[in-house]
């Protein structure tokens, strides 16, 4: 079967103030434009893009939407402050000591920035496909399902949806609809069940309606979509949480030693 090729100049079917505006985001988030730069002029924006003054006009206004730049008509647009935020996954996998927040709230705090957790929901649910598949249960096999946002200096930036094999949360604080001290993985390691391999898989898609509300995203851009499994002695999966953040916004940054 011969595969056909991919057209080398097959058109970019976007309009261009969104082509202008996806070259500009793509300097700001690659560190072209650093915080606290401004942006080329708009005289510079037309020569470069063979655009009208209304069309680049477009484009600034798409990435302030994004709130990724702010300025107003007449005044040079500048990069937001610390927009671009690393996540270090590997950072929050240690449970908690007794009595200690959650890792993820304690990480984001050491960089300066007040944090929250808000609990959205705790109830028996029937995961997507591929949670069912992580955690080893049937088609219409329930779990337990804890939703939370997080938020960072008031800002929704993650969606978390964990789920954990029932055999092992009913009966448990997991249960109750309040937040668990030092969060989850301290109270499965209480329980005998310690996470010892995490896995995760990362894809960026369109954000659901739900995503898109709850993350108060300006437009379809993508969302960073982690699936993570945690697996316990013998290898046992005892959680599968989906996390989905700003595609636009945030990094995943993973560290490893080579063999």
Known sequence: MTVPKAEPDAPDRRSLHERIAADLRDDIMSG???PGAKLPSTIHLKARFDASNATVQKALQLLKDERLVVGRAGAA????EHRQRTMRPASFMTPAAPGEP???LTEAAKRGSSTRSTLLDVAESRPPADVRTALGLPDDGPALLRSQILSIDDEPVELVRSYYPLDI???????VRRRIKGGTPALLAELGYPPRLSVDRVSARIPTQDQYQALNLPSSLPVLRTLRVVY??????????????????????YEFTPE
């Open 169 to 175: 949360a009913r009966g448990t604080a997991m249960t």
């Open 77 to 80: 647009v500048t990069v937001r």
């Open 102 to 104: 959650y890792r993820w």
């Open 232 to 253: 316990s002695d013998h290898d046992r999966p005892i959680e599968a949480t989906v996390m989905v953040k700003a595609g636009h916004l945030y990094e995943l940054q």
């Open 32 to 34: 072209e434009l650093p």
